[in-house]
């Protein structure tokens, strides 16, 4: 699979797309796969949604898009509409649902909007972004770009029907010589409220996929103008796993009123092990942003996950290091979820161990280096393979300040991903060489007290499928 997006939620289920070869784990005729779920955790494969066809609009795959509302309620998808032999390959299409079911969909037999030729136009022009504007009048279509000699952008559309579209110039751009390697396609470019800044006016974030990397701006968008206005222009990374989290989506929730963000977890197997294996890629945790009191963004996995919390393996308050490690080395798992909390003294590394051999000879470090001010993955020791890229250090800076350390890290087999104190993020991928890779340990300093740290044990695909409700 590819990006998971067009997320949306209908009449008490809430239905995601994806990216999805059916023929292969590898990139060719994509189609939208179709999921759909009562709590955006327990999920239910559909049927395909749109497939490419013999016809003019999208002979050569359905590309990643998004889904709003019309005006009368009914879910619209938007989506790239491949056509190798158009002057300009990549438009922007449109489907409705057939039946009631949202099982089946139709598409509009023509493109909803293209680039026009013109001057520092590129032919980039994919990932429609489509939301309604908070009055309700009217709706925005953020497409992916690039201006020929400046830097990647949205361009920006504007309809009051979801057909007949307006160009309106790009949502915002840099100064690509400034930024290098921005000067590339913005692709799935998603603009988000995440709330009201300190100066009292709301927030957006926008987010966008630059050469498989996630990186996000706050600012102001105003309607009016059709435009986005930072309140820095340097980019941010989002998350700090090195090019694993990306492809964004997201919505605002309209049950609980949440922004909420959906990513693809990039892979790191050979294509002889992707095609061996039978899969490539998965679907990220879905996770809330929000943006916090200094003005940056606050992120977290959706409060649905704990409904996969199975067996409570530890549960330790107050007490030293020494403790904690040896009570960590009783429990055993590569589907786990656990949670710390370490209130530091000086500066050292804090942090998990996970995916531990018991002689320590593989093992990947989640830490907080409070001297170097990073968060970090340390995959120096994931594997014995000597062919394995599971390998290095991935991170970014985080300063801890004066608070105590908060992690919470979810491990789903190669999956790792990592949030500390909610502002920052690593997603990341292991592949121990050793079936007994699977114990847990404490990166901490001596004089180090460890607040609370709890373990649990996941449910599986079984645990799933039992919690789906058909009726819901």
């Known amino acids: 699979m590819n990006e998971p997006h067009a997320p949306f939620y209908q009449d008490g289920r809430y239905h995601l797309f994806f990216q999805k070869n059916p023929f292969g784990p590898f990139w060719h005729q994509i189609h939208w796969g179709h999921w759909a779920s009562p709590d955006m955790v327990h999920w239910r494969e559909l049927p395909i949604a ?60 023509v493109p909803v909007t293209e680039q026009q030729p013109g001057p520092g136009h590129t032919g980039d022009f994919r990932d429609p972004f489509v939301f309604r504007d908070d009055a309700g009048d009217r709706w925005f279509q953020l497409v992916g770009s690039r201006i020929a000699g400046g830097s990647g952008t949205a361009l920006v559309h504007e309809s009051s029907d979801l057909v ?51 990186y996000y701006w706050i600012g102001v968008f105003d309607p009016a103008a ?37 990513s693809i977890a990039q892979g790191e197997r050979s294509l002889r092990d992707e095609w061996a294996s039978g899969w490539a890629h998965n679907a990220g945790l879905p996770i809330t942003l929000a943006i916090g009191p200094d ?17 409570l393996l530890l549960d330790l308050a107050d007490v030293t290091p020494a403790t904690a490690v040896a009570r960590l080395a009783t429990i055993k798992g590569d589907a786990l979820e656990v949670e710390l909390e370490l209130a530091a003294d000086g500066h050292a590394r804090r942090g998990l161990v996970v995916r531990r051999t018991p002689d320590d000879a593989e093992h990947t470090d989640l830490v907080v280096d409070t001297a170097r001010k990073r968060f970090e993955i340390d995959r120096t020791h994931t594997t014995l393979d000597a062919d394995a890229r599971s390998r290095g250090v991935q991170g970014g800076a985080f300063d801890l300040r004066d608070e105590h350390v908060r992690l919470r890290v979810f491990l789903d087999r190669s999956m790792v991903e990592a949030y500390v104190n909610e502002r920052k993020s690593i997603t990341s991928r292991m592949y121990p060489s050793r079936p007994d890779a699977t114990g847990l340990g404490l990166v901490a300093a001596p004089g180090d007290r460890v607040v609370r740290l709890k373990v649990w044990r996941m449910g599986g695909l079984d645990a799933e499928a039992s919690a789906w409700h058909p009726s819901r």
Not at 180 to 208: A, Q
Not at 230 to 242: C, I, K, M, T, Y
Not at 244 to 252: C, E, K, N, Q
């Open 50 to 109: 749109l497939a490419p066809e013999d016809d003019t609009l999208a002979p050569d795959g359905i590309w990643s898009g998004s889904a709003t509302h019309a005006r009368d309620g009914t879910p619209v998808l938007f989506f790239t509409a491949g056509n190798d032999k158009a002057p300009i390959h990549e438009r922007t299409g449109l489907a409705r649902p057939a039946d009631a079911d949202l099982v089946r969909w139709m598409k509009y037999p």
């Open 295 to 311: 003005d940056d963004l606050r992120l977290a996995p959706i409060d649905e996950l704990r409904s996969l919390r199975q067996d």
């Open 164 to 214: 007949h579209w307006r160009y309106r110039g790009p949502l915002f751009t840099l100064d690509a010589k400034r930024y290098p390697g921005f000067d590339k396609t913005f692709e799935l470019p998603v603009l988000l409220p995440i709330g009201m800044g300190t100066d009292g006016r709301p927030r957006h974030v926008f987010l966008t996929d630059v050469g498989a990397q996630a």
């Open 226 to 262: 059709a435009r986005f206005v930072p309140d820095s222009e340097a980019p941010r990374v989002f998350d700090l796993g090195d090019h694993h989290f990306s492809g964004p989506s997201g919505f605002v929730d309209p049950r609980t009123g949440r922004t909420i963000v959906f």
